[in-house]
């Protein structure tokens, strides 16, 4: 049973545009909603993070908009920048972590072309 | 990925062989996990660590074995290596008041 579900699997955005990434969960007892860059060779490092007593947060050029009823969030990336170029993943967890830890989408693979 | 050591980077194993797969940290974190990752598939949870000395299992356990033994170091063991356990495999520690994950650097193993 995938619990969160992403997409799309790949995306490529010329150079200024806006970059959206999209996830859709399960489980109500989720309440932390992260989102992490991977680039190739390294680990995933956390971007940026929303719990869901807020419907957005923004940190630079990337935000998260959360829709607690549709039980979707997802990532905004303005002024998309080469550099950006990576696997981006959504992922969520119980207050705590515990036995499940983080539960994961699948990935997009995001090209920002110049 | 300060804070979390895993080694090593690169590995090359036959079919049958065993090997472990070695986490440190020195965040000073109660909980530690191994997940694997796989084209197409995101990171799956193997094992979990609450404490030193406790363990259960994740989404995909088999094949598979962990050690808790202090709080500091959590490993992961392959006793009987097989193709499908190729992936890049990530040790990850909770920190930042129980919400932030912190991942190593990745161990790239393949099973010939």
């Known amino acids: 049973q995938q619990q969160v579900k992403q997409s799309p699997q790949s995306l490529i955005v010329q150079k200024g545009g806006i970059s959206i990434i999209n996830c859709a969960y399960e489980?109500?007892?989720?309440?932390?909603f992260p989102w992490y860059q991977q680039f190739p060779g390294k680990g995933p490092a956390l971007l940026i993070a929303i719990r869901p007593d807020v419907s957005e947060k923004k940190e630079g050029r990337f935000t998260i908009s959360f829709n607690k009823s549709a039980k979707q969030f997802s990532l905004h990336i303005m002024d998309s920048q080469p550099g950006d170029s990576a696997t981006y993943f959504c992922?969520?967890?119980?207050?705590?972590?515990?036995?499940?830890?983080?539960?994961f989408g699948k990935g997009t693979h995001l090209i920002i072309q110049p | 990925n300060a804070g979390v050591t895993q080694t090593p980077k690169f590995q090359v194993l036959k079919t049958g062989q065993s090997m472990t797969l070695q986490c440190a940290q020195d965040m000073n974190h109660n909980s530690m996990y191994w997940y694997r990752q796989d084209p197409g598939m995101g990171l799956r949870l193997i094992y979990y660590s609450a404490s030193e000395g406790t363990t259960d299992k994740g989404e995909v356990p088999n094949g598979y074995n962990v050690s808790r033994l202090n709080k500091r170091e959590f490993s992961l063991r392959l006793e009987s290596a097989a193709p499908s356990q190729t992936s890049v495999y990530f040790c990850?520690?909770?920190?930042?008041?129980?919400?932030?994950?912190?991942f190593g650097s990745g161990t790239r193993l393949t099973v010939v």
């Open positions: 489980n109500t007892a989720f309440d932390y």
């Open positions: 992922a969520a967890s119980r207050a705590g972590g515990g036995a499940d830890g983080l539960t």
């Open positions: 990850a520690i909770l920190g930042q008041g129980n919400y932030g994950y912190t």
